[in-house]
């Protein structure tokens, strides 16, 4: 079992840059693939971006592709998602997630384990 928590969100204005973090516990960290969607008040919950286990692939939603980054620390149980040129419309709440599987996915359902997200609110 997996327990995510992140942190890093905030308020940035259009243009900025943000540095989410996201701590998981347990000793098997790096069995997991890791992701981070995002979800807006009324809309869906969205894939932003995902790493594989060992950091080898990466995977980009088409609206963040250039401007996210997604990397992982396995030595401390880490990820973490850089996110610059910041856009009113990356404003939501950010979640990490943990998968056990060998290769990433987009899809939440593939997911079982969930951070308690954090805001994120980029205004213009």
């Known amino acids: 079992q997996v327990q995510l928590v992140e942190s890093g969100g905030g308020l940035v204005q259009a243009g900025g840059s943000l540095r989410l973090s996201c701590a998981a516990s347990?000793?098997?960290?790096?069995?997991?693939?890791m992701g981070w969607f995002r979800q807006a008040p009324g809309k869906e919950r969205e894939f932003v971006a995902a790493?594989?286990?060992?950091?080898?692939?990466?995977d980009y939603a088409t609206s963040v592709k250039g401007r996210f980054t997604i990397s992982r620390d396995n030595a401390n149980n880490m990820v973490y998602l850089q996110m610059n040129s910041l856009k009113p419309e990356d404003t939501a709440v950010y979640y990490c997630?943990?998968?056990?599987?060998?290769?990433?996915?987009?899809?939440?359902?593939?997911?079982?384990?969930w951070g308690q997200g954090t805001q994120v609110t980029v205004s213009s």
């Open positions: 347990g000793r098997t960290f790096s069995y997991y693939a």
């Open positions: 997630a943990a998968a056990n599987r060998l290769y990433i996915s987009r899809h939440p359902n593939e997911y079982a384990y």
């Open positions: 790493i594989t286990r060992n950091g080898g692939s990466t």
